[in-house]
């Protein structure tokens, strides 16, 4: 096992806290209005604003106010992920660990509904964001929730998707990057695929006591900064059922599921929306880490080859497709 496989796996009882989840987060699309539609037909988001080259879209139980911006660029992938800290405290602790690590790459003050945040990138080059200071989604009076503890009506309508889950990265440096979520960000590496030869291939990282938020996988093409999914989340694995039909009615491309993943146990779906972004919806169910000393789980090539949890072999693009789309040589 190599040194940074051993210091993940042995128990830290003062881990870090200091980051509160993910989120919101822009998402690149060559065709903006045909991804809107699907975000909001489909998917059950609603649009709360919108400029000259993106689109604001907001998910029924998200506090903040908007969950993701849909940028119009000439290829699809991943903008600036925010990551909000648990605290001002802890705001300042994580700016001084990014700005040590040499990532920082400015302040703005200019994000729609957030304070003063810190632009910085992961060692692959995923542009991220910290801030602290938010502003709350204010419903309007066609958006009124029923019950007052959740941030807007129940839509009940197409996936239904309740808040953002979590981002799956694509990078060429598996391991630089788990060091990065631990070192400098203060993750956990809650389970991992190990290659034959002890190396991460793939890893999972949570910031509180959802299994996981915070995803990077092997890049197979050697690249940087490119995307693999974005996950939002069902209240139930029935809604997922549903998005199927939903999906194949509206013309979508189903990728695979839906079916249960054996890493983490999150029954999924996987679909493309128009502007060729990977979007998994997702359910784990009542799976929280609530343990404070986890071990990380690890999975190997070998049983990774098994498939998923029920037997489903996972299909070709799953290991190809990444935004932006590279040509083949």
Known sequence: ????????????????????????????????EESRDFFVNQLALREVGRDADSIYLHTWDDYLSWTIRLIRRERAGVGTTFVRAASAAAFERVRAEIELAGLVDGIDAGVRGLGEVVRFHDPDGHPMG??????????????????????????????????LDHVNYLTKDVPGTSRFLADVLGARCTERIVTDEGEDAAIWFNLGNKSYDLVY???????????????????????????????????????????????????????????????????????????????????????????????????????THGTPVLPVE
């Not at 602290?132 to 309508?157: C, H, I, M, S």
């Open 1 to 32: 096992m190599t040194d940074i496989a051993a210091s993940r796996l042995t128990h830290d009882p003062e881990r870090r806290r200091d980051l509160a989840h993910v989120g919101p987060l822009e998402l690149y699309t060559p065709v903006l």
């Open 130 to 163: 910290l801030y602290w200071e938010a502003g709350w989604y204010v419903p309007d009076e066609t958006d009124t929730p029923a019950l007052k503890n959740q941030a807007a009506a129940f839509p009940g309508r197409g996936a239904n998707v309740r808040r």
């Open 217 to 319: 996988t092997q890049d197979w093409t050697g690249a940087n900064g490119r995307l693999h999914h974005l996950a939002f989340a069902t209240d139930t694995r029935e809604d997922i059922l549903r998005a199927a039909d939903v999906m194949l009615e509206a013309g979508i491309h189903i990728e695979t599921g839906p079916h249960k993943h054996a890493i983490q146990q999150t029954f999924f779906l996987y679909v493309w929306e128009p502007g060729g972004n990977r979007i998994e919806l997702c359910n784990a169910g009542a799976r929280l880490i609530l343990a404070p000393d986890w071990k990380t789980i690890s999975w190997t090539a070998a049983e990774r080859a098994k498939g998923q949890a029920w037997g489903l072999k996972t299909i070709d693009t799953f290991h």
